[in-house]
């Protein structure tokens, strides 16, 4: 299993990005999905995160500016990411609970490599 990010770039302050992230391999079924992100010198954080149902959360920051969002059939998780400020400048994560289909029982934590978020004018 592996998830590839996309989406990150340039932006300045005000502007908009979409991320996406999608899993390819031997899926079984996919639980959480989500985004964090990480700045340098700081922890990685949660952006927000998809529940299989839809239920999403979002971290107090980003909450009115971002939205996450699942295709299930794509096995795909996108952010946009609107009103964009300089803090919001990291390296973005995703990040599934994925149920393989050589181990249906058992969900694990899948990370994509990374895309880098740049808000600056």
């Known amino acids: 299993v592996q998830l590839q990010a996309s989406g990150g770039g340039l932006v300045q302050p005000g502007g908009s990005l979409r991320l996406s992230c999608a899993a390819s391999?031997?899926?079984?079924?996919?639980?959480?999905m989500g985004w964090y992100r990480q700045a340098p010198g700081k922890q990685r954080e949660l952006v927000a995160t998809?529940?299989?149902?839809?239920?999403?959360n979002y971290a107090d920051s980003v909450k009115g500016r971002f939205t996450i969002s699942r295709d299930n059939a794509k096995n795909t998780v996108d952010l946009q990411m609107n009103g964009l400020k300089p803090e919001d400048a990291a390296v973005y994560y995703c990040?599934?609970?994925?149920?393989?289909?050589?181990?249906?029982?058992?969900?694990?934590?899948?990370w994509g490599k990374g895309t880098l978020v740049t808000v600056s004018s």
């Open positions: 990040k599934m609970i994925i149920r393989s289909r050589s181990v249906p029982s058992y969900g694990k934590d899948y």
């Open positions: 998809i529940t299989s149902g839809s239920r999403t």
């Open positions: 391999g031997s899926i079984f079924s996919i639980n959480d």
